[in-house]
């Protein structure tokens, strides 16, 4: 066994070497879904396709995902030799299973002629053609209508680049310049991962590193199954729904999970789950039941480590080929993450009985939102806008919800600022603001979510990507639910009318776009929240008055905005405390 100085030294180095490449492709990239929202994963992957470990500032959907997409294409390569300097970029949606925007670059670091390890970067490219301004339509029935595949491409061999390859990527783009910006700043990130592991093997030696990365991922495993032990061995289930796939609009796409504890292990099942739909909402295995299961089993298990390999050695997964989180080709995959906050909700519901004090109410459960696109004639170029899709989260078991956030599996995913979308794009965001009343009433109130209205220069289409609408985000232990996800167009003569899915939604220039984010569920019961906080809600703009009458029972005066004492206990259908006049 290696002395525990040397390999916690090995094992910090590796990490601080993928945050390293992590901030050179955040400074460099072009496109402000990477250097903006930071929509991308980093990390360093063994020979055979084991996460060494993860940058800390990956986003959470890519949860330690990027050793299947390299393992994949190297089997795909097959013969190929890889070379020192070779670059190889992939989008499979086999062994990715996501949708074609997001593309791994990775470079091999070689040692003795043959790979030792691959530094990667999977960024957002911002257009790959396809039927749609961004690609992934909305209502495309097979992955050959969302762009362009590259499966284990060589980009550069022995770094030399392949410009027929970068001719072809840069003429299937709506957005060439960002795309090829953004792979160069995904080359370069890879760069430094090698170099810094180069330097890190002639310091300690082969054998050492080896040794600290898989004794790290022991650790990591031992972690992950000490923390299975705080919950209670048993079968738990849970569904849900979301509104439709976009092709057959109004039915219903049921999520149904299954969890099962054991001792040393925990089984995530999605055999209930919906099968494979027409629409873009599907995923492939390793992207979609097999992402989200590692995503959710993070949470519950090493929230505070890492992401490795050991951290999901005692995770089994269960998804069979047809379903939502599995499908086959030739399964659209266009909006492959839409489905996540619900299903994750859905398995943390199903947990909720089980670990009570850990489970939060369920999140307003999108992961997308509006995207307003066109073609700008003074520019001459293509725009593509992302409305701030932040909402409501639920409420803790101790704890009011945090302020509005993305998705539950996007993290701390930034926002784009309104300076910049309206400096890229013909847009003027006239409103962006808290939507009051949408967070679940409760002992803790559920998050709220946010209203944005944006005024169109010129003619645009929206893509509406909001999925769950019908199905509310539950509050838990008499928590109220929160508002769902809703989406209008704003006439000049004031007049509303609500955008349904789609991706071809016609904005002729003059007209409003107006999207409302859902709001997370409560935790216990309203009656039991102070009178005092539900006051401050209301001074803060959280709460109306009108709900702090109907849901929480506490009566304001509307001139001195203090407490109604005698009419807060009728209410609330309490008796007078003794003694009191």
């Known amino acids: 066994m290696l002395d525990p100085i040397t390999r916690e030294v090995i094992n910090s180095s590796l990490l601080a070497y993928?945050?390293?490449?992590?901030?050179?492709?955040w400074r460099t990239s072009y496109s402000y879904m990477n250097y903006e929202m930071r929509d991308y994963a980093?990390?360093?992957?063994?020979q055979n396709g084991g996460i060494i470990t993860q940058s800390r500032q990956t986003h959470p959907a890519f949860t330690a995902d990027l050793g299947f997409v390299v393992s994949a294409a190297i089997k795909e390569l097959g013969d190929e030799v890889i070379e020192e300097g070779d670059v190889i970029v992939s989008n499979d949606p086999v062994s990715q299973g996501q949708h074609l925007n997001n593309v791994v670059v990775f470079a091999p670091l070689i040692l003795d002629g043959q790979p030792f390890a691959y530094a990667c970067v999977r960024a957002h490219w911002q257009d790959v053609g396809g039927g749609a301004i961004g690609s992934g339509a909305t209502n495309s029935t097979e992955i050959f209508q969302e762009g362009i595949q590259l499966n284990a491409i060589k980009v550069h061999r022995k770094s030399v680049p392949d410009r027929s390859i970068l001719r072809i990527i840069r003429d299937n783009s709506r957005f060439p310049e960002l795309v090829l910006g953004d792979l160069g700043a995904q080359i370069s990130a890879c760069a430094i991962g090698l170099r810094r592991m180069r330097e890190l093997v002639n310091k300690f030696g082969r054998e050492q590193v080896e040794q600290a990365i898989h004794e790290g991922w022991d650790m990591s495993e031992r972690a992950a199954r000490n923390a299975l032990q705080t919950i209670p061995q048993g079968e738990y289930r849970a569904a849900s729904f979301l509104d439709d796939d976009g092709v057959e609009f109004g039915k219903p796409v049921p999520i149904a999970v299954r969890v099962e504890v054991r001792a040393d292990r925990m089984v995530i099942d999605f055999s209930d789950i919906a099968d494979q739909v027409k629409g873009s909402l599907n995923s492939g295995y390793y992207g979609g039941a097999m992402n989200v299961a590692r995503i959710a089993f993070k949470c519950l298990t090493t929230?505070?480590?890492p992401s490795n390999e050991g951290c999901f050695r005692p995770l089994e997964v269960i998804c069979p080929p047809g379903k939502l989180l599995h499908a086959v080709p030739p399964a659209a995959l266009g909006d492959w993450a839409v489905?996540?906050?619900t299903v994750l909700d859905t398995v943390f519901r199903a947990l909720a009985d089980a670990i009570p004090d850990r489970i939060p109410a369920a999140t307003r459960g999108d992961a997308r939102g509006i995207i307003v696109v066109g073609l700008s004639q003074a520019r001459r170029k293509f725009f593509g806008l992302h409305l701030p899709h932040i909402g409501g989260h639920g409420a803790r078991p101790t704890s009011d919800a945090p302020a509005p956030r993305c998705a539950i599996q996007q993290g701390d995913m930034y926002g784009v600022p309104v300076e910049v979308n309206e400096s890229k794009s013909p847009v003027i965001i006239e409103k962006y603001e808290l939507r009051q009343d949408s967070g679940g009433a409760g002992k803790f109130r559920g998050g709220l979510g946010t209203e944005t209205v944006a005024y169109l220069r010129v003619d645009s289409q929206v893509q509406n990507k909001m999925i769950r609408s019908r199905c509310p985000p539950w509050g838990l232990r008499g928590g109220g639910n929160g508002a769902g996800n809703e989406s209008f167009?704003?006439?000049?003569?004031?007049?509303?009318?609500?955008?349904?899915?789609?991706?071809?939604?016609?904005?002729?220039?003059?007209d409003r776009v107006r999207m409302l984010t859902g709001g997370g569920g409560g935790y216990g019961p309203p009656f039991e929240r102070e009178p005092e906080q539900v006051r401050l809600d209301v001074l803060s703009?959280?709460?109306?008055?009108?709900?702090?009458?109907?849901?929480?029972?506490?009566?304001?005066?509307?001139?001195?905005?203090?407490?109604?004492?005698?009419?807060?206990r009728d209410a609330r259908g309490q008796q007078p405390s003794a003694g009191a006049a």
Do not use: C, W
């Open 303 to 305: 929230p505070r480590l």
């Open 541 to 568: 703009g959280f709460v109306s008055m009108q709900a702090a009458r109907d849901d929480y029972g506490v009566v304001l005066d509307p001139l001195t905005m203090q407490i109604d004492a005698a009419a807060t």
């Open 339 to 341: 489905p996540f906050p």
């Open 489 to 510: 167009v704003i006439k000049p003569d004031g007049t509303q009318e609500q955008v349904p899915r789609t991706d071809r939604h016609p904005l002729p220039a003059g």
């Open 42 to 46: 980093v990390g360093l992957v063994d």
């Open 18 to 25: 993928a945050d390293e490449m992590t901030n050179n492709f």
